[in-house]
T-cell receptor
Framework: DTGVSQDPRHKITKRGQNVTFRCDPISEHNRLYWYRQTLGQGPEFLTYFQNEAQLEKSRLLSDRFSAERPKGSFSTLEIQRTEQGDSAMYLC??????????FGPGTRLLVL | AQKVTQAQTEISVVEKEDVTLDCVYETRDTTYYLFWYKQPPSGELVFLIRRNSFDEQNEISGRYSWNFQKSTSSFNFTITASQVVDSAVYFCALAGGFKTIFGAGTRLFVKA
C-alpha cells in the first residue's frame, strides 16, 4: 500500500496560465475527492468521483476548474486562466465508499 | 445544508493536561458519518476515528476518547495526558451523501 500520491508538490505560476495537477489514489479505492485548503481553514470540497464518474461538483468551483478520472484510476485537476485567489493547497483523497479518507500530501499552488 | 462548527480556534495546554476539542454538526440526513482527522505540522491529514449516526457508543483508544451525543449534535474529542507530539490541527468532519464537510479546525499547542 503506497498511499495517495500527488504531483507536483509545489507549483508557482503566473496569473493567466493554466496548471494541471495529478493524483494517484490507493489502487483499490473507488472514491476520489479533490479539496482545496487555505491557511487557517479546513479542507473545502471541490469535486468527487465514484470510479470514473464525476458525481458531484461544488458550486464554488468556477468553469475554469475541470477534473477527470479516466478509467477510474488516477485523476487530474486543471485550472485554466489562474487567478491569485486560486493560490491554495490542493488536496486529493481516496476512500472505499464511506470509509475514511486517505489524503495525499497536497499540491501547493502559488499564483503570482 | 450540512455544517460543522469547531468553535475553538486555538487551544494551548501544558504537557500532561487533559484537553477536549469540541465539534458541533448540523445535518438533515438520518444516516451520516462523523470523523476526526489530525493535521500535524508536516501537513498531511491523518484519519483518527469514524462514527456512524446509529452508533452513539463512546470510544477510547489509548489516550484518545470520543463522546458522540446525537441529542446535542456533538462529537467531542478528548486527549488525556497530552504530549508535545499531539500538537497539530484537528478537524472534525461530517459525511452524508457524496460530500464530506470539514470544520475549520482547532489548533492545539502542547507545551513541554
Amino acid at each position: 500500500d503506497t498511499g495517495v500520491s500527488q504531483d507536483p508538490r509545489h507549483k508557482i505560476t503566473k496569473r493567466g496560465q493554466n496548471v494541471t495537477f495529478r493524483c494517484d489514489p490507493i489502487s483499490e479505492h473507488n472514491r476520489l475527492y479533490w479539496y482545496r485548503q487555505t491557511l487557517g481553514q479546513g479542507p473545502e470540497f471541490l469535486t468527487y468521483f465514484q470510479n470514473e464518474a464525476q458525481l458531484e461538483k461544488s458550486r464554488l468551483l468556477s468553469d475554469r476548474f475541470s477534473a477527470e478520472r479516466p478509467k477510474g484510476s488516477f485523476s487530474t485537476l486543471e485550472i485554466q486562466r489562474t487567478e491569485q485567489g486560486d493560490s491554495a493547497m490542493y488536496l486529493c483523497a481516496s476512500s472505499l465508499d464511506y470509509q475514511p479518507h486517505y489524503f495525499g500530501p497536497g499540491t501547493r499552488l502559488l499564483v503570482l | 445544508a450540512q455544517k460543522v462548527t469547531q468553535a475553538q480556534t486555538e487551544i494551548s495546554v501544558v504537557e500532561k493536561e487533559d484537553v477536549t476539542l469540541d465539534c458541533v454538526y448540523e445535518t438533515r440526513d438520518t444516516t451520516y458519518y462523523l470523523f476526526w482527522y489530525k493535521q500535524p505540522p508536516s501537513g498531511e491529514l491523518v484519519f483518527l476515528i469514524r462514527r456512524n449516526s446509529f452508533d452513539e457508543q463512546n470510544e477510547i483508544s489509548g489516550r484518545y476518547s470520543w463522546n458522540f451525543q446525537k441529542s446535542t449534535s456533538s462529537f467531542n474529542f478528548t486527549i488525556t495526558a497530552s504530549q508535545v507530539v499531539d500538537s497539530a490541527v484537528y478537524f472534525c468532519a461530517l459525511a452524508g451523501g457524496f460530500k464530506t464537510i470539514f470544520g475549520a479546525g482547532t489548533r492545539l499547542f502542547v507545551k513541554a
